[in-house]
């Protein structure tokens, strides 16, 4: 029997493309008018006494050890121990979502909800599967992609997990993500995560491709497929070159087509320096979808929420607010992404001038990493060596393709990693 509340809610997203795409999960999530809704309503009413949540409160604040307290002080005890709301600080979801519109023009006029905050992209990744993904809902992700997409889809929703070839003839391979989709469609809906810087190959779309990406999700769309597209912006604004399409995919996508439903994680995590932080969003964007079903919508996620974290850490959220809010975050990060670019450019130019014949570097220009296909040695054999020999460490992501985080390669080591996988890459060759 389907709980009452979770009735309600898919009673509301009824004939509605969000509606259509809930996985069996996700029709059964549900959240409840329990301890956090009655807090909340007593946060607001209960002006003589609030005996509602379980934290220690005296005089009416927080209570916080000293031993605790001297680490963070310049924040309040309610900043740094009290519980967050499920679906996080609204201030700072508030704010996130007009950051949001800054970095994203294109969304300007355009309605999508309010950004839920989640501990971390991964968390936000997986609870999107947890509400769209089931054994008759597949995903369809990039080859290569980052691995923890098939542990998600795969190994925890039991997913099909459906791959297309990202790269074809040396550039970004739309008819082969087309032919995909179009495959997919065949099965009912289609579900499809688009990661854009992408990891491992640091591949962002051109303007052209944007266009076309766009206009295939479209076309499925006004065919009557119900389409949803996961946008993973976890390497948003890290693009070296001009001709990158500079938004998300997410500002085309989220009014699009009424058969389309677009989900944007994004987050601190990359975007702002802050990878322990475990702080990431979730916004949906729909064609006519309204304040009531974005509503019942996020109360879905916040039931994934609830009945897995209940509820993100505290500190980093108050953290990042009082940053974007106080702090000279913009120039700060500047500095940041500017040395970033300059070993995207050393890597550039090494692998442009440099030529082997068992290693090609994978189309980049953007992100963390670049990655090479590997055609006549092996990438776990070439990794190993590599570590072995040189004391070098990279990521074989699948016996063909080798993943180089040049993130985390200072300037001047960038010479010396890039020659020693050439040399041990042909040394294997001969071998
Ligand atoms: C494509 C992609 N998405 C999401 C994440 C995870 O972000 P978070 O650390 O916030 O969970 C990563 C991190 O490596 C990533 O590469």
Redesign the pocket.
């Given at each position: 029997m389907m709980n009452p509340l979770a009735q309600e809610l898919n009673d509301l997203l009824a004939g509605t493309t969000p509606g259509e795409l809930l996985s069996d999960l996700g029709q059964r999530l549900y959240f409840p008018k329990g301890i956090i809704a009655q807090s909340g309503e007593a946060k607001k009413l209960g002006k003589v006494a609030n005996g509602t949540i379980g934290m220690t409160v005296i005089n009416g604040k927080p209570a916080i050890l000293p031993s605790v307290r001297k680490y963070a002080p310049e924040l309040q005890s309610g900043e740094l121990v009290a519980y967050a709301p499920t679906a996080g600080n609204p201030d700072l979801r508030a704010l996130w979502k007009e950051e949001m519109l800054k970095k994203n023009p294109g969304l300007e006029g355009k309605s999508v909800s309010l950004p839920v905050l989640v501990p971390?992209?991964?968390?936000g990744?997986s609870y999107l599967a947890d509400l769209f993904l089931d054994e008759t809902k597949g995903l369809v992700a990039a080859d290569p992609s980052?691995d923890n997409y098939v542990l998600i889809a795969g190994a925890r929703r039991n997913a099909p997990f459906v791959q297309f070839q990202i790269f074809k003839d040396g550039k970004f391979n739309v008819d082969g993500l087309e032919e995909c989709l179009r495959k997919q469609a065949e099965t009912g809906s289609v579900r499809v995560i688009l990661?854009f810087p992408q990891?491992p190959s640091g591949y962002s779309p051109t303007k052209s491709e944007a266009a076309r990406i766009v206009s295939i999700i479209k076309d499925l769309a006004e065919k009557g497929t119900k389409v949803m597209v996961w946008c993973?912006d976890?390497y948003f604004g890290l693009n070296y070159e001009n001709d990158i399409y500079p938004q998300s995919l997410f500002a085309e996508l989220c009014d699009l087509h009424e058969n389309v439903l677009a989900a944007k994680i994004d987050?601190p995590?990359k975007e702002d320096f802050a990878?322990g932080f475990?702080c990431?969003f979730i916004t949906f964007g729909g064609k006519n979808l309204t304040d009531t079903h974005y509503d019942a919508l996020v109360k879905k996620l916040m039931a994934a929420i609830r009945s897995s974290v209940s509820c993100a850490s505290t500190p980093p959220q108050s953290m990042i607010f009082k940053a974007y809010r106080d702090g000279d975050i913009q120039t700060e990060k500047i500095e940041f992404r500017k040395v970033l670019e300059a070993r995207y450019k050393l890597v550039k130019k090494f692998v442009t001038s440099h030529k082997s014949t068992a290693i090609s570097p994978l189309p980049f220009n953007s992100g963390y990493f670049m990655a090479f296909h590997l055609d006549t040695v092996d990438a776990e054999e070439l990794r190993q060596k590599l570590l072995t020999e040189k004391g070098i460490g990279t990521i074989s992501i699948d016996s063909h393709t080798l993943r180089v985080a040049f993130s985390s390669l200072d300037e001047e080591k960038i010479e010396t990693v890039y020659q020693a996988i050439y040399d041990t890459a042909d040394e294997l060759a001969k071998a």
């Amino acid at each position: 029997m389907m709980n009452p509340l979770a009735q309600e809610l898919n009673d509301l997203l009824a004939g509605t493309t969000p509606g259509e795409l809930l996985s069996d999960l996700g029709q059964r999530l549900y959240f409840p008018k329990g301890i956090i809704a009655q807090s909340g309503e007593a946060k607001k009413l209960g002006k003589v006494a609030n005996g509602t949540i379980g934290m220690t409160v005296i005089n009416g604040k927080p209570a916080i050890l000293p031993s605790v307290r001297k680490y963070a002080p310049e924040l309040q005890s309610g900043e740094l121990v009290a519980y967050a709301p499920t679906a996080g600080n609204p201030d700072l979801r508030a704010l996130w979502k007009e950051e949001m519109l800054k970095k994203n023009p294109g969304l300007e006029g355009k309605s999508v909800s309010l950004p839920v905050l989640v501990p971390g992209l991964t968390a936000g990744i997986s609870y999107l599967a947890d509400l769209f993904l089931d054994e008759t809902k597949g995903l369809v992700a990039a080859d290569p992609s980052w691995d923890n997409y098939v542990l998600i889809a795969g190994a925890r929703r039991n997913a099909p997990f459906v791959q297309f070839q990202i790269f074809k003839d040396g550039k970004f391979n739309v008819d082969g993500l087309e032919e995909c989709l179009r495959k997919q469609a065949e099965t009912g809906s289609v579900r499809v995560i688009l990661n854009f810087p992408q990891n491992p190959s640091g591949y962002s779309p051109t303007k052209s491709e944007a266009a076309r990406i766009v206009s295939i999700i479209k076309d499925l769309a006004e065919k009557g497929t119900k389409v949803m597209v996961w946008c993973d912006d976890a390497y948003f604004g890290l693009n070296y070159e001009n001709d990158i399409y500079p938004q998300s995919l997410f500002a085309e996508l989220c009014d699009l087509h009424e058969n389309v439903l677009a989900a944007k994680i994004d987050g601190p995590t990359k975007e702002d320096f802050a990878w322990g932080f475990r702080c990431g969003f979730i916004t949906f964007g729909g064609k006519n979808l309204t304040d009531t079903h974005y509503d019942a919508l996020v109360k879905k996620l916040m039931a994934a929420i609830r009945s897995s974290v209940s509820c993100a850490s505290t500190p980093p959220q108050s953290m990042i607010f009082k940053a974007y809010r106080d702090g000279d975050i913009q120039t700060e990060k500047i500095e940041f992404r500017k040395v970033l670019e300059a070993r995207y450019k050393l890597v550039k130019k090494f692998v442009t001038s440099h030529k082997s014949t068992a290693i090609s570097p994978l189309p980049f220009n953007s992100g963390y990493f670049m990655a090479f296909h590997l055609d006549t040695v092996d990438a776990e054999e070439l990794r190993q060596k590599l570590l072995t020999e040189k004391g070098i460490g990279t990521i074989s992501i699948d016996s063909h393709t080798l993943r180089v985080a040049f993130s985390s390669l200072d300037e001047e080591k960038i010479e010396t990693v890039y020659q020693a996988i050439y040399d041990t890459a042909d040394e294997l060759a001969k071998a």
